[in-house]
Every structure is written in C-alpha cells, then in structure tokens.
C-alpha cells in the first residue's frame, strides 16, 4: 500500500541517531526548555533566515501566541482563507477575533490578494497567508497590502518549510512566521511541535513570554499567556532532521517534476510552477472533475490517494457561524473542494512506487 505520507519510512533510518538524541535529553538536567530547544531555535532561525525562532507546542500555537503577539485582540477582525487546514481558522478564533475568509486563486490555491483587499474593514488586524501545499503565497502583494492598510502579516509556513518566494524562506518575509512539526510535515517531529519566528526582536519577547504565562525573565507575568513550549525530546529529534530539510525538499521537487512529466497529458489540472517561487511540495494536489472515481480506481490497486480538504473551515458546523464570508461567498473554494486529489508525495518513495502512482492514474484515465 501506498500513502500519501508516511512517517515511519522518514524516522526508521535515522532510529539509531534518534535514541542517541533522546539519550542526551534523558541525561540533561534540564527538561524543559534546556539545552536542545535553544540550540533548535537557533539552528532554526538561521535556516529561515530570520532573527529568531521560539519554539511552542503545535503549529496551531504558534499561530495563536504570534497573532498575539503582534496585538490581535478580541472583537479584531483577521482575514485569511477557508481552502487550509483548519487550524488556521482555529487559531484565530482562539485568540477572540473574528476570522474573515476570503478566496484563493484558482492557479495558486493559496490567498487573492484581491480577494484580501475587498474584506479589509476599520477592524481588520491581519492578514493570515498560507503556504498551501508547500506553494508560497504572492508576498510582494500581501506586503503592499498590509503596509498600505497598517496590517500584520502572518505566515503559516506548516505545509512549506524551506520554500522560498523571490529567493527569500517563507517564514521571513512577514512580520512573523508560523511552522508546525507535525509528523507528516516536511521537518516532522514524532508528536506535536511548532515555532514563531520572527525579525523583531519586541515581537520575539512577547512570543517568548506568551509560551510560559506571560512570564519575563523574573518570572513576573507582564500579560497573561500560554503554557506552549516546544518538548526538549522534540527539539532534539528535530535538531537532527533540519540539516537533512533541503535534501529531503529536493527530493520532493524531483517526485513533483516526474508527476508533472508524466501526467502532462490527462485531464488533470496539476499543480502550479509560479515564477519566482521555489515550493516545498509538501502535497501534489491534482483537480479532475472525475475526483471520486479516481479514488477508488486507486485504492483498487493500492495507492491511496487524499483530499485535502474535504470541508472548508467554514462548512465546518463547529465555526460555520463564527466565522464571516464576502457577499458572493467563496465560488473558488467551493469549486476547489469537489475536484481535489492529493497523490503520495515524500522524500523517501521509491521508483517503482512512484511509477505505481503514475500507472494507477494513467490507467484510470486510458482504461477505454
């Protein structure tokens, strides 16, 4: 069987390596954020090119304590899309504001900035751009956006680790960016895990004193906070893997180039290659109005492909009335949600299960 991610086949080679790592928290005086956590953030940081990294809990945090941070406050309004994990929207309900979602591009699937300027309101905040699938978001025009309205600009960078936009890492272009260690993330821990990073040092603080209940370095809470702080045992495992993220990433691109090659000719919409972008490919996302039947076709012979996402946020009945949608709705995203199919993509698949994929997906299409 062939899945969309898998884990194991990322932590089996490196297990060795792995229980040497735990050994060292094992051994530390320091459990909680000691040694491996600050070393992670450091080695962190300068790999997004950013100032400074925390680490949190989950990506969910690190997006909730860095709209925070950056003075989100209930009754605020926040603007980003339904088309994206639901975290996304979950964290901004966290923090009180209400989220505003707006639609995607059809090519990029990832925030309009059209579509972001029509829902700015005197209670907009910030705006919340998703990487989605690994595939940046258009920055240049978010940055002009937000700069022309007063806004902050969050990235949630859980699907794109080592992306870059115009040769910079996602993660550094805004005014703060949101990672998740997930295990099925491009840098995945073995359990939950996230960081904020970040090229203002005020910000930095306030992230820093937002994880451990609003303490300063006294231990006097300056504002009220979070318990969210990124496991010893995580840092360590992570420390390991992010020297690996690039060569881990390129792998994914050559997966992604041989999908694009040799899917070229069905009906199948493929992802986008932006100019300008370098894309993580976190996911391979294909559009067919056969979506269904293609899953199953699939299944059948072993492949089992996903979607990502069957619900936007906002059909979801938990937020459907919490959140708040334009006049003419989301026609993109409601398109988007019936169409898509996410094929197995990750660094460690092999040839022949890569030419499995293809085979099941070429069949499918020239069974006639």
Not at 123 to 146: E, N, R, S
Request: glycine share 8%.
């Amino acid at each position: 069987m062939i899945l969309c991610s898998y884990p194991p086949a990322q932590n089996r080679p490196r297990r060795q390596a792995i229980l040497e790592a735990l050994a060292r928290v094992v051994d530390a005086e320091i459990c909680i954020l000691g040694r491996e956590v600050a070393a992670f953030e450091l080695e962190m940081a300068a790999h997004t090119g950013t100032g400074h990294c925390i680490g949190v809990n989950s990506g969910t945090d690190a997006l909730v304590l860095g709209l925070q941070a950056l003075g989100v406050e209930p009754g605020d309004e926040v603007v980003t899309v339904s088309h994206t994990a639901l975290a996304t929207v979950a964290a901004v309900t966290l923090t009180g504001a209400v989220p505003v979602l707006v639609d995607v591009d059809p090519a990029t699937r990832t925030i309009s900035p059209q579509a972001a300027r029509a829902a700015i309101t005197p209670k907009t905040k910030a705006i919340v751009a998703v990487h989605l699938y690994g595939q940046p978001c258009d920055m240049d025009a978010l940055l002009a956006l937000c700069r022309e309205h007063g806004l902050a600009l969050v990235e949630d960078c859980a699907q794109a680790q080592g992306a870059r936009h115009q040769g910079r890492r996602v993660g550094s272009i805004g005014d703060v960016g949101c990672f998740s260690f997930y295990p099925t993330k491009n840098l995945g821990a073995i359990g939950d895990g996230g960081a904020v990073t970040t090229n203002d040092p005020q910000v930095a603080e306030r992230v820093r004193q937002l994880r451990q209940y609003g303490w300063d370095d006294e231990r006097v809470s300056r504002r009220p906070g979070h318990n969210s702080r990124l496991d010893e045992m995580q840092a360590a495992i992570l420390r390991l893997k992010l020297p690996d993220l690039d060569a881990d990433n390129a792998r994914r691109a050559a997966v992604s180039e041989r999908y694009n090659r040799d899917l070229a000719s069905l009906d199948l919409t493929l992802p986008p290659v932006v100019a300008g972008t370098e894309a993580a490919h976190h996911l391979y996302v294909v559009e067919t109005g056969t979506r269904d039947a293609l899953k199953t076709h699939l299944a059948q012979r072993g492949v089992m492909a996903g979607i990502h996402y069957a619900l936007p946020a906002h059909a979801n009945p938990g937020y459907a009335d919490i959140v708040r949608l334009p006049p003419g709705g989301l026609p993109v995203t409601e398109a988007l949600v019936g169409r898509i199919l996410t094929l197995p993509i990750y660094p460690e698949l092999t040839e022949a299960e890569i030419s499995a994929v293809i085979g099941g997906v070429t069949s499918f299409f020239r069974k006639d």
